[in-house]
């Protein structure tokens, strides 16, 4: 958005000419919203209502903010895609975007479920994919990216083919040869749970009802969609859950450090479990 990147073949022309396809869209308070239900009060964007009611509008352009000029909408790069004539210009881009011939899309949402599954993505970090992070076994990833095309784009079927095969069934057990090994998938890798799942498996385990304050009695942590509302002593913050105000995946922290480790020894959500 500031500036070309200093090595990749993106720049800040690209980014005013993708912006542009939401140019025209219309964003209104929708009226589940109390008045504090806001996200993302501290990112530079500012508060955002939690619940927005979305629609299209006739009118509305990007000004590019380095020259000043109105930025018209262009794909970053080619893909074959059909839209119906009268497409709105998001729709235009949720086809190119989901084209066969979008030689990103489908890597990118492939590469993403492969590193939720493994721990590790072909490409990582997994929100960084460019010409200069190239991925450790390309050959799996393309035709991980083919089955995922090929299926209609088939969640499902992405998931079932890669929890079939043998790197995602190996144990964390190690030898020798493989102990030092974190990219090629030579063994399972260790990991904490999501602050969200660890929350919900401690009281599936004890059979305790949920009571995370704000929310209805009985709601996973799981199911919440406001970032700002927690369980007690601040658990799921303090095991990583991200503020979401920002879209990157590293956002989110699930190492194990000393707060996490005391919320879990005696920490009220736990305690109350």
Known sequence: KCHDHPFERWNTDNYYETAAYFGRVNL???GKNSANQNIGGTAVEGAKPLYEIV?????GEVTHE????????????EAKFAAKPDATRREQLAAWMTSPDNRYFALSYANRVWGY???TGLIEPIDDIRAGNPPTNPELLAYLTK????SGFDIRKLM????KSRAYQLSIETNRWNADDGANYSHAK?????AEVLYDSVYAVTGAMPNIPGAVPGMRAAQIVDAQTDAKGGFLATLGRPPRESACECDRVNDMQLGSVMSLLSGPAVGDA
């Open 28 to 30: 209104a308070r929708d």
């Open 55 to 59: 629609t299209d509008a006739k009118e």
């Open 66 to 77: 380095l020259t000043g000029k109105v930025a018209e909408p262009d794909f970053p790069y």
């Open 117 to 119: 599954l493994t721990g």
């Open 147 to 150: 089955e995922f095309t090929g």
């Open 160 to 163: 079932a083919e890669i929890c």
């Open 190 to 194: 260790a990991r904490r749970l999501p």
